[in-house]
């Protein structure tokens, strides 16, 4: 069955980097989109962003804009987020999904916990 | 940018009530809708798509519908297991996300 295991979350310092990584299996990875979706503490969801199958296009909410990276090694069935410049507002869990089709998250993670923390 | 005001914010039921719960958009999106139900410490579930689909192996007590600026989300007649947060979510055609605030559903 479909499943995708978020890692890579953990307390960080505020202006530093952290990369998230999605791993999927049970599903052909590179024959999907996938969305970054988080959720701060006690909070709605929030969109962050996604990636086409083939990778070379990507959308970031404006939130996150030229500081979240998205990308994916379909070699490696394994979906990135490269987040740099952190701040304090980014702390949330961090969720993977796919796109069963344009804008329809499907199958998710489990998440992952980001602190942002001095 | 488009704005998905959800209403209401929380709302208590008991089981066999009628629960319904709005989404409006701030422009037109067409069906461009989706509903998901959040367990608390658990990842969103799809429960409808397009507005009005039903997500394969989802209960046929939950219904969507709606079109346009305004959408409604049904459950019939709610068991102890829908007692979680629901949101309704917007797509564009890159995809861009926009979710709801979210409607908790309590006893």
């Known amino acids: 069955q479909v499943q995708l295991v978020e890692s890579g979350g953990g307390v960080v310092q505020p202006g530093k980097s952290l990369r998230l990584s999605c791993a999927g299996s049970g599903f052909t990875f590179s024959h999907y989109g996938f969305h970054w979706v988080r959720q701060a503490p006690g909070r709605g969801l929030e969109w962050v962003g996604d990636?086409?199958?083939?990778?070379?296009?990507?959308y970031y909410a404006d939130s996150v804009k030229g500081r979240f990276t998205i990308s994916r090694d379909n070699s490696k069935n394994t979906l990135y987020l490269q987040m740099n410049s952190l701040r304090v507002e980014d702390t949330a869990v961090y969720f993977c999904?796919?796109?069963?089709?344009?804008?329809?998250?499907?199958?998710w993670g489990q998440g992952t916990l980001v602190i942002v923390s001095s | 940018d488009i704005q998905m005001t959800q209403s209401p914010s929380s709302l208590s039921a008991s089981v066999g009530d009628r629960v319904t719960i709005t989404c409006q958009a701030s422009q037109d999106i067409n069906n461009y809708l989706n509903w998901y139900q959040q367990k608390p410490g658990k990842a969103p579930k799809l429960l409808i798509y397009d507005a009005s689909n039903l997500e394969t192996g989802v209960p046929s007590r939950f219904s969507g519908s709606g079109s346009g600026t305004d959408f409604t989300f049904t459950i019939s007649s709610v068991q102890p297991e829908d007692f979680a947060t629901y949101y309704c979510q917007h797509f564009d055609s890159l995809p861009v996300l926009t979710f709801g605030g979210g409607t908790k559903v309590d006893i």
């Open positions: 990636i086409w199958n083939h990778g070379r296009n990507a």
């Open positions: 999904a796919t796109d069963a089709a344009v804008g329809r998250p499907q199958a």
